[in-house]
């Protein structure tokens, strides 16, 4: 079956431009997180969505960064007057809520910021 | 989540067996232990997990101390295609679904 996918699948834009980052998770997956990995660092945990509410946005870094989810399916995550630091590999993950949920990655939104 | 601490390398030949360690000292008794793998390039990928008991799966095995303050990932007969970072992840779902990644330890195969 499909698995996640994202797109754009890289995206470059102008410091202080907004961005907006999709999701497709797998059909029937109701959890859904967004992770950000920078050059060179590990994989830093943005947000989770449990159907369309987020029960956990503790990894958000600023206001700058919002994400919703409609329909208990698709996910759109927005930048706000982007920064460089902002320049990273965006991860999109969903999962099936069991006890020992496994999470199933897309292949990233590689985001560039000049 | 609970700190796990990994090897920053490793390397193996071809078709020869790989054993990733890895320590968690702190872990609690609801902690399962997972592992992600991530190629380069890509996201991140579901290798194993288990609670206290040996698991075994296609594409490895985990081997979990009796006290569960360490476990082993194996990698049987590893292939050029296994060269990635390995992620040992502890995951207590009480505390949150989100995964906590670490440095990992990066595999390099060689021919």
């Known amino acids: 079956g499909a698995g996640v996918s994202q797109s754009p699948s890289n995206k470059v834009t102008e410091k202080g431009k907004d961005v907006e980052l999709r999701c497709d998770p797998i059909?029937?997956?109701?959890?859904l997180y967004w992770y950000r990995q920078s050059l060179g660092q590990g994989l830093e945990f943005l947000i989770y969505?449990?159907?369309?509410?987020?029960?956990?946005k503790s990894g958000l870094p600023s206001d700058r960064f919002s994400a919703e989810r409609t329909g208990g399916s698709v996910s759109t995550l927005t930048i706000q007057r982007t920064q460089q630091e902002d320049s990273a590999v965006y991860l999109c993950?969903?999962?099936?809520?069991?006890?020992?949920?496994?999470?199933?990655f897309g292949p990233g939104t590689r985001l560039l910021v000049l | 989540d609970a700190k796990t601490t990994q090897p920053n390398s490793m390397e193996s030949n071809e078709e020869e067996p790989v054993h990733l360690p890895c320590n968690h000292s702190?872990?609690?008794?609801?902690?399962?232990i997972h592992w992600y793998r991530q190629l380069p390039s890509q996201g991140p990928e579901y290798v194993i997990h288990?609670?206290?008991s040996n698991v075994n799966n296609r594409m490895a095995s985990l081997a979990i101390a009796e006290d569960r303050k360490s476990s082993t990932l194996i990698l049987h007969r590893a292939t050029l295609r296994d060269a990635a970072v390995y992620y040992c992840?502890?995951?207590?779902?009480?505390?949150?679904?989100?995964?906590?990644f670490g440095g990992g330890t990066r595999v390099l195969v060689k021919p």
């Open positions: 993950a969903s999962s099936f809520p069991d006890k020992e949920e496994t999470q199933y």
């Open positions: 059909s029937g997956h109701t959890a």
């Open positions: 969505f449990q159907g369309n509410s987020a029960p956990d």
């Open positions: 702190t872990i609690s008794g609801t902690d399962y």
């Open positions: 288990g609670l206290t």
């Open positions: 992840i502890l995951r207590d779902q009480a505390a949150g679904n989100k995964l906590t």
